[in-house]
């Protein structure tokens, strides 16, 4: 009954989401060219043979899953990979990003007859959603057509599961689709069995996979001849309402540490702007990297500029881990804890658990509650250089430790792959 309202109202809304895709394009927030997309239009042919469609929200998704993209491509060669996300970032970052053999188009929005138009046109034979972004009208077409699909790298908070609780009638169906659900850690694994996920197992989070996030060489020189040997850390993945508690925190460690440089890479780096008002507002001068600016002599770098995040994770051996300084559940850590960063994490980290809870056991991370106890730990760690090593070692040997999952999952994925494969075709052939 709830699923039936979800789809008429979906249905009846379309020509009001078509207005507010528009209304998104013009704040950057969609891409023009490729707006049809968003509407279940394709913008490429369908390459002949097998295809796998992979869908994942943003950033941070995308990202994680692409260790095991090419994994599957280096296994199935002749299956294409068609990759879906929602947002330009994700979109910009994939197409310089994802292996040959792989597509990429914009997810259509959970609007039936989009949904429907899409599927029609690109036929996969299989589907990967990755993370936790459930949509029921794309889920039961998928089920209609009887798609196999399979849930991957399954993240879910516990304002997410509290919120679920509430709607189990719809979320129920499209849990009981995905065969196999393989999650992120036990503790998302017994949260889904009990929204009605069936075959849940845990194969490791494959954001431990990932590579060291890229750097250019010589922006990295660039860079560190304009720090020139000042005091520096590093706010990472910063949302706009924690730009204050920073603020207070530079404050602080300047009293200390005459000086001092804070580099802020924005969570989305089209809030840049905004941030860059809010820090002037505190008092503090600032510059900001889409404007071509260096850091100069200014109390505060804005690297509001996209992909560029692994540059100041060299630039930095102090880290903030953003997003957690608030209730919004803090970013991966473990792309700055690979590079060997010493780690400082808000209170916040509901989104990775087991992963905070390992870096605080380790010494790689430690956890701050407010704008005093950030500025005096990153004072402490400035003071400190053999501290800081040995935290960022720490955090490091975590990153390491949960290697594999790639492999498992990948190995797990084979039943739907197999079907899909020319190669594998021949070899039934043959028997």
């Known amino acids: 009954m709830i699923g039936a309202l979800y789809r008429s109202l979906a249905s009846a809304g379309a020509p009001a989401l078509r207005l507010w895709l528009v209304a998104r394009q013009r704040r950057g927030k969609e891409d023009e060219a490729r707006l049809g997309e968003r509407q279940g239009i394709a913008s490429q042919p369908r390459p002949p043979g097998g295809l796998a469609w992979i869908h994942a929200a943003s950033v941070g ?85 009887r798609i196999p699909v399979a849930l991957v790298n399954a993240r879910m908070s516990p304002r997410s599961f509290a919120r679920w609780q509430k709607a189990t009638p719809l979320i129920r169906p499209p849990l009981d689709l995905f065969e196999p659900c393989l999650a992120q850690d036990e503790t998302i694994a017994a949260r889904l069995t009990a929204l009605g996920a069936r075959q849940v197992r845990c194969l490791g989070n494959l954001k431990f996979d990932a590579e060291p996030l890229p750097a250019d060489g010589a922006a990295l020189a660039n860079l560190q001849a304009a720090i020139a040997g000042r005091p520096v850390w590093l706010a990472a993945s910063l949302h706009p309402a924690e730009v204050p508690i920073v603020a207070e925190a530079h404050r602080i460690v300047a009293s200390h540490h005459p000086g001092l440089l804070t580099l802020v890479v924005p969570r989305h780096p089209a809030k840049g702007g905004e941030m860059a008002g809010m820090f002037a507002a505190n008092g503090l001068s600032v510059a900001q990297r889409s404007s071509g600016a260096l850091p100069g002599g200014s109390d505060v770098y804005i690297a509001d500029t996209l992909g560029e995040l692994g540059l100041f994770y060299r630039a930095a051996q102090v880290v903030l881990i953003g997003g957690a300084l608030i209730p919004h559940g803090g970013q991966n850590p473990l792309e700055a804890a690979r590079l060997g960063c010493a780690l400082v994490l808000g209170p916040h980290m509901f989104n990775f658990p087991e992963i905070t809870a390992a870096l605080l056991a380790s010494d790689g991370a430690e956890r701050v509650e407010d704008a005093p106890q950030l500025g005096a730990a990153i004072a402490r760690l400035l003071a400190d250089p053999s501290l800081a090593g040995q935290r960022g070692s720490a955090a490091r040997g975590v990153a390491e430790s949960g290697r594999g999952a790639v492999e498992r999952v990948a190995a797990a994925l084979a039943p739907l792959f197999a079907p899909l494969s020319t190669a594998s075709e021949a070899a039934r052939a043959r028997a």
């Open 61 to 145: 998704e995308s990202l994680s899953v692409l260790p095991l993209v090419a994994r599957l491509r280096e296994q199935w060669p002749d299956v294409t990979l068609l990759f879906t996300s929602g947002t330009v970032t994700s979109a910009q970052l994939l197409g310089e990003r994802l292996p040959p053999g792989c597509l990429h188009q914009y997810a259509p929005l959970d609007v039936p007859g989009w949904v429907e138009r899409f599927l029609d046109h690109w036929q996969p034979g299989a589907v990967l959603w990755v993370e936790s972004e459930f949509w029921p009208n794309t889920l039961a077409a998928l089920r209609a057509r």
